[in-house]
């Protein structure tokens, strides 16, 4: 079962100056983010910026400077976005480090905690349950110690490992300790790449990203042939004058380009790495935030993240006529043969101390997998017998009498240990085989004061709590209504669930909210099981008996405090152990997703109208409305500096499927009303023969302003104060420019009498009239959250 080598010393401090000098060191640098030069350029080069730099510099060459400040709005977005996701950068690569595990390197004897980059070739790297091994190596002793090597290989089952067997960066423990010697270290580690690959700040794939990419990429399609067909129709139009069709040209296509929305999801989703960033909570990539935002449902480990990791002993049961001097001495052994005690054994060291004249002959660490622990030990007497220590339903057969009394403090949300002796080695396929009971060892576990409080938040959002344990079904049931958890009172043993990945697995998991007796492999098929039904599902844990279910959730969330391994494979790292952190990051969350969602309406209203007009231009081969510098103003007051404050606003519902249906259902009938309206004004306004270009410009400008008001009044519901004072400074900002007279000479725009403005303004609050009714069908068509 086990085997241990002669503690070794370790490298001197002499062979590791001389391996630095050789340059033999872990240096693979930590990246908890993009370089500073990588943010610039994903900033900077994009298709769209290509597209308006372009079109800005054609401006700069034919037009004057009112009809390029479109050019300086890009850069000074661009801007933004770097300078956020560069804070975002700096709060993540701060964090991290804070994050970043110390492993234990024993040299000159010692042991000290170092960074991983301070390892070298050579190092004795001591390992205890929970760490993830960082380096390659070489086992040098062995006490126990089990491996899971799922991450690079697939397989799930545990590794035993005995010295000389190699160990590989990117695996992790399970159960024992021991020690390896590195033998590959730095790039040349076998999973250094990958696991730098996986700790880096990304910008990837996800929902909202994708759909905003299919909606662009399809814009992009249409903006050559209409540019083309813009720019003869203007030449056809004005005649020899290219300047002033070219400058019509572009402002016909600029407004076509939503390039804000790019920039205003990068910088919606930076700003929430920093938020999160300053409660404590790593954000490990940024698509996390939105995917807690989409969960319905959340898997709970109840050790560590509904309970604090201490735990206290609150008394021992002799049974069967053992003597309690007995069992308390044995309990003080096995806390020497374990090199590395969990909660519980910790507590019981905390109570027993190690007697006199026991010897530890052979140890067992304890396996979430067969949930004992144990040791052979040699008493003062000369026996040498075989102790175990984990839960009574395990060690025990069914329908032993101890079994109704540990059941009966289990249902109190107590957790009870069985302290059993055995004439069976380790080694024996079954340990347990027969067993004599000694002692129940009851504890009491320290309930997190914020968990209740975050249990009735999930409930309010709809969010299904499921708390999933290895420990007995009604200690957790106890634990879980102790909280007021619905549903705690009928809590199941996870061993009556279907063996195999089926309906009735999943139905079973729909139904209950506690489990109790779950292994790591049924705690993965549980999560895959809810996502069969379609579930979104977040995983939390802090133990290595939670890797695999957090691999598999939607979204791993892992305490800051739990094992190494928990921290690799989690999207999320909660680094204050604050269980009250997880209902800030689903609000977080949801403010980005839902926000994002609903200034893509603004955007692509934009997008739409700007469509129709340049089209309605060609056919009927009329001088473009506008220059580029009023669609500047439109954007400005009616899209960009909204935006900006939408996005940053307070939003709870939770994120669905579907963006893109979602939003082009709105965007695409009220910017086809809001660029039929302002065609109208513009053509009647022409029909006018006392009027010139100018006049007719800012008749159609009105109108425009209007209904993109509207729109942006219909997006903001539902109001608060802010909202209000948003729209009307956007109305106020409109009126200056029409009033003020260098705005009017500036910008070109100056109303002449009142036929035309008055036939503007009621075209606009006619088409105002058609977007609440279009926006009120639209509502009711979509189905609510």
């Known amino acids: 079962m086990t085997s241990t080598l002669p503690t070794r010393t370790g490298l001197s401090t002499a062979e590791v100056a001389e391996r630095v000098a050789r340059g033999e060191v872990n240096d693979v640098p930590l990246r908890s983010s993009r370089s500073t030069g990588e943010i610039v350029r994903s900033n900077v080069f994009t298709r769209f910026n290509a597209i308006i730099g372009t079109l800005f510099v054609v401006i700069m060459i034919v037009g004057p400077i009112q009809d390029g400040l479109f050019g300086f709005i890009i850069v000074a977005n661009t801007g933004i976005g770097i300078v956020q996701e560069l804070r975002a950068k700096q709060t993540l690569d701060n964090l991290a480090v804070i994050g970043e595990a110390k492993p234990r390197v024993r040299r000159d004897g010692a042991t000290r905690e170092l960074s991983n980059a301070e390892i070298v070739l050579g190092d ?67 999973a ?75 910088v919606a989703f930076a700003i929430g790495v920093v938020r999160l960033g300053r409660r404590q909570c790593l954000v490990q990539e940024l698509p996390a935030i939105e995917g807690l935002a989409r969960v319905d449902t959340v898997c709970l480990d109840k050790t560590g993240t509904l309970t604090e990791g201490g735990m206290d002993v609150e008394r021992l049961t002799p049974l069967d006529g053992a003597r309690p001097e007995t069992a ?65 339903d395990v060690l025990l057969p069914a329908g032993h009498p101890a079994l109704a009394e540990a059941d009966e403090l289990g249902a109190q949300g107590l957790r ?23 002692a129940l060892v009851v504890l009491r576990q320290r309930v997190r004061p914020d968990a209740a409080e975050t249990l009735r938040y999930f409930e309010r959002q709809n969010v299904s709590a499921k708390v999933i344990s290895g420990d007995n079904a009604l200690s957790v049931g106890a634990v879980a209504g102790s909280l007021g958890l619905p549903g705690a009172d009928d809590p199941m043993d996870a061993r009556r669930l279907p063996e195999e990945k089926t309906p009735a697995l999943a139905d079973a998991v729909e139904r209950h909210s506690v489990f109790g007796r779950v292994t790591p492999q049924q705690k993965r098929d549980m999560v895959g099981a809810l996502q069969s039904r379609g579930h979104h599902v977040a995983m939390t844990g802090d133990g290595v008996n939670d890797v695999l279910a957090l691999k598999d959730a939607d979204i791993g ?20 152990n604050r269980f009250s952190t997880l209902p800030l990051v689903v609000a977080e969350g949801r403010r980005v997703i839902g926000n994002i969602e609903r200034v893509a309406n603004l955007f692509l209203v934009k997008t739409v109208y700007a469509m129709l007009l340049a089209l309605a231009t060609i056919i009927c081969q009329v001088p473009y409305p506008f220059l580029p510098r009023h669609s500047t103003v439109l954007s400005a007051l009616t899209i960009g500096t909204p935006a900006f404050f939408l996005a940053l606003a307070p939003n709870n519902e939770r994120a669905r499927p579907g963006f893109v249906k979602r939003v082009l259902r709105f965007a695409v009938p009220a910017g086809i009303i809001a660029g039929a309206a302002a065609f109208t004004s513009y053509m009647l306004a022409r029909s006018d023969p006392a009027t010139g270009q100018v006049a007719d410009t800012s008749t159609a400008t009105l109108t425009l302003f209007i209904v993109a008001l509207w729109v942006l009044a219909i997006i903001a519901r539902p109001y608060a104060l802010w909202k209000v004072v948003l729209v009307a400074a956007m109305a106020l900002g409109f009126v200056l420019v029409m009033t003020v007279p260098w705005a009017q000479n500036f910008f070109q725009l100056q109303l002449v009498g009142v036929r035309d403005p008055l036939t503007g303004a009621l075209i606009g609050v006619g088409a105002g009239v058609l977007l609440e009714i279009v926006w009120r069908f639209v509502r009711n068509a979509l189905p609510q959250p």
């Open 557 to 576: 969330v892992a305490m800051g405090s739990g094992s190494e391994a928990t921290r690799a494979v989690a999207q999320i790292v909660l680094l204050d």
């Open 416 to 438: 009870v240990l069985l302290l059993g002796r055995t004439p069976t080695s380790l080694d024996d396929p079954d340990p347990a085989r027969g067993l004599m009971p000694q």
């Open 328 to 392: 308390e001495r044995a309990l003080g052994a096995l806390g020497t043969a374990d090199a590395r005690p969990n909660a519980s054994m910790q507590a019981i060291m905390d109570v027993y101390a190690a007697p006199d004249g026991w010897a530890v002959r052979e140890a067992a660490a304890f396996s979430s997998a067969r949930k004992w622990s144990g040791a052979e030990l040699a008493e003062p007497d000369g026996q040498v017998a075989t102790w175990l220590l984990g839960a009574p």
């Open 192 to 266: 250094a790449q990958l696991a730098e690959e996986a700790s880096r700040f990304t910008l990837v794939e996800s929902e909202l990203r994708s759909g905003i990419n299919t909606i662009l990429r399809y814009v992009t399609y249409l903006l050559i042939p209409t540019a083309i067909g813009l720019a003869l129709s203007q030449l056809y139009v004005n005649g020899s004058d290219w300047r002033e069709a070219i400058r019509r040209m572009v402002a016909g296509i600029v407004p076509m380009v939503p390039e804000g929305l790019v920039l205003l999801t990068s």
């Open 124 to 190: 004795l790297v001591e390992l205890g349950s929970g760490d993830k091994i960082t380096v390659d190596g070489e086992v040098a002793e062995a006490e126990g110690l089990e491996v899971d090597e799922s991450l690079l290989t697939g397989e799930a089952d545990p590794v035993l490992k005995h010295p000389g067997d190699p160990v590989l960066s990117g695996s992790f423990v399970v159960a024992g300790g021991g020690a390896f010697t590195t033998t590959k270290v730095g790039r040349a580690a076998y």
